[in-house]
């Protein structure tokens, strides 16, 4: 670990990942970078399943070799007591009620479109799992939406549930979904993006 206090096991072009890496990087926290390719089934190997032996990234190592898993998670555990997440009882279970939302309602419908749209070739079966995908994703589309029609962000002041969501959400036409519809969707991607600490996709910024 050497001078960093946190090492991130990840794939650069990972939504998942780059929720670790927005944060790290809201909080100007400083940190070493190890890609992992998932492609080329990195994390099914002996080394990667030690860390994590559910084979999948993010992975955060702290300094003292302790790993943590599953991006969420990781978010929680970089945010909470900083100004990412709320003091108040309800309002920290409002950032949960989302971050929930984006695991079990937009990541399996609109990350994973992205996915096959961008790492796979399509064939008959992935075709019809886009075609499944799609209304489930509008629809978790159609949500945020409508809470932001007449929300800044999510939960008060910018927090982690706005990372959460933004991570697949401003690559969501990646995933076959247009957004040119949802101005409020749109005003708050902006809104994210040009904050001076952001950092886009595909980019490592190690503070």
Wanted: proline share 4%.
């Amino acid at each position: 670990m050497a001078e960093y206090p946190y090492k991130l096991y990840d794939y650069p072009d990972s939504g998942n990942g780059y929720k670790v890496r927005l944060i790290l990087n809201h909080l100007q926290l400083a940190y070493s970078y190890q890609a992992v390719d998932i492609l080329a089934g990195e994390t099914r190997q002996a080394d990667f399943l030690a860390l994590n032996p559910n084979g999948r990234i993010p992975v955060l190592q702290l300094a003292d070799g302790t790993c943590l898993a599953e991006s969420n998670a990781i978010l929680w555990y970089l945010g909470d007591t900083t100004h990412l997440v709320p003091t108040d009882r309800l309002q920290r279970a409002r950032v949960l009620q989302w971050m929930f939302f984006e695991q079990y309602n937009h990541e399996p419908n609109i990350a994973t479109s992205r996915f096959i749209l961008k790492h796979t070739e399509i064939n008959e079966e992935r075709q019809q799992a886009l075609d499944q995908k799609r209304p489930a994703g509008y629809a978790a589309l159609d949500v945020m939406e409508q809470h932001l029609a007449n929300n800044e962000f999510f939960v008060g002041e910018f927090s982690i549930a706005d990372i959460a969501l933004f991570a697949y959400t401003h690559v969501a036409e990646e995933g076959g979904f247009k957004l040119a519809s949802y101005s409020a969707i749109q005003r708050w991607i902006d809104a994210i993006s040009s904050h001076p600490n952001h950092c886009p996709i595909n980019t490592i910024s190690q503070a």
